[in-house]
């Protein structure tokens, strides 16, 4: 599982018909501190998070089980909005 | 998944008996305003992108849950043709 605050949303109609009624938000990854690491990246949005959101995501294979179907290409899914993060100084 | 531009088009005839049938598309990385990155994958093309379409790419064995691609020796499948972008600032 890894955080992300979502910077926006991509638009496709032509695309595979498992993906037909899914939102496809444009997630920036961040680290506990809710920094920016890393590129952004496309993920399935399973729980209608909005722009500007903290959320954390799933990726790899894992990330088709939160959906209602069989089969769909998919390798990143948002699973979660997060309220708090605490993270002990380390 | 990730963005990517279709800039060219892979035809091979010697390959995996499994990949026969399938359209494999050379996709640049590109960033949020679908500037070119000089990273690139080969996708399988599944939606019938044209060179010069921005699309999504899903890498790893999720590239394995199309139809197509099923069981087939495929890590990278193009997933659809990007209409538009919103992005907050």
């Known amino acids: ?90 | 998944m990730v963005l990517g531009k279709v800039v060219g088009t892979i035809w091979a005839t010697r390959k995996d008996e499994e990949l026969v049938g399938m359209k494999f598309q050379i996709v640049k990385h590109v960033d949020l305003n679908y500037k070119l990155k000089d990273t690139f994958v080969v996708a399988v093309d599944t939606v019938q992108a044209g060179v010069g379409d921005v699309v999504l790419v899903t890498s790893g064995s999720s590239a394995r849950q199309t139809a197509l691609t099923k069981n087939r020796p495929v890590d990278a499948v193009i997933i659809a043709v990007v209409d538009k972008l919103d992005v907050s600032d």
């Open chain 1, 1 to 90: 599982m890894f955080f992300a605050k979502v910077i926006g949303t991509v638009w496709a109609t032509r695309k595979d018909e498992n993906l037909r009624n899914f939102k496809l938000q444009f997630i920036q990854p961040l680290n506990a501190r809710r920094e920016e690491i890393g590129t952004p990246l496309v993920a399935v949005d399973t729980v209608g998070a909005g722009p500007g959101e903290t959320v954390f995501y799933i990726t790899a294979r894992e990330a088709v089980i939160p959906l209602p179907v069989e089969m769909a290409p998919v390798d990143a899914s948002i699973v979660g909005i997060i309220d708090r993060i605490d993270v002990s100084k380390t």
